[in-house]
């Protein structure tokens, strides 16, 4: 008898502070992924799907972003820009808010 299956992983890769399309408020979003992996008894082998989300904490809104987008979003934490002093620059990357209008 063999045994298989599937299992979803949710990995947290940031908390962000963006302006939601929904309710409008800048508020924190967690950056997620989500992973399905194909598993064989038990064992997870090879992931089947990846999916991205942002989900707003003020009021739940929950959207699918693609990778693209999400690791636009990552990137600035990365690598912030430096100023002359080693401070970095205030203010958010433009382009880089899938929420902004």
Same mark, same amino acid.
């Given at each position: 008898? $063999? $045994?298989?299956?599937?299992?979803? *992983?949710? *990995?947290?890769?940031?908390?962000?502070?963006?302006?939601?399309?929904?309710?409008?408020?800048?508020?924190?979003?967690?950056?997620?992924? *989500?992973?399905?992996?194909?598993?064989?008894?038990? $064992? &997870?082998?090879? &992931?089947?799907?990846?999916?991205?989300?942002?989900?707003?904490?003020?009021?739940?809104? #929950?959207?699918? $972003?693609?990778? #693209?987008?999400? #690791?636009?979003?990552?990137?600035?934490?990365?690598?912030?820009?430096?100023? *002359?002093?080693?401070?970095?620059?205030?203010? &958010?990357?433009?382009?880089?808010?899938?929420?902004?209008?």
């Amino acid at each position: 008898m $063999i $045994i298989f299956g599937t299992r979803s *992983y949710l *990995y947290q890769l940031a908390m962000l502070t963006l302006v939601c399309g929904n309710c409008g408020n800048p508020s924190a979003h967690g950056v997620r992924k *989500y992973v399905t992996k194909f598993t064989l008894f038990f $064992i &997870p082998l090879f &992931p089947i799907s990846t999916r991205y989300r942002t989900q707003c904490t003020f009021c739940g809104l #929950e959207q699918q $972003i693609t990778k #693209e987008q999400a #690791e636009g979003l990552l990137a600035p934490q990365a690598s912030p820009q430096q100023a *002359y002093g080693g401070q970095a620059q205030p203010g &958010p990357v433009q382009g880089q808010n899938p929420y902004q209008r």
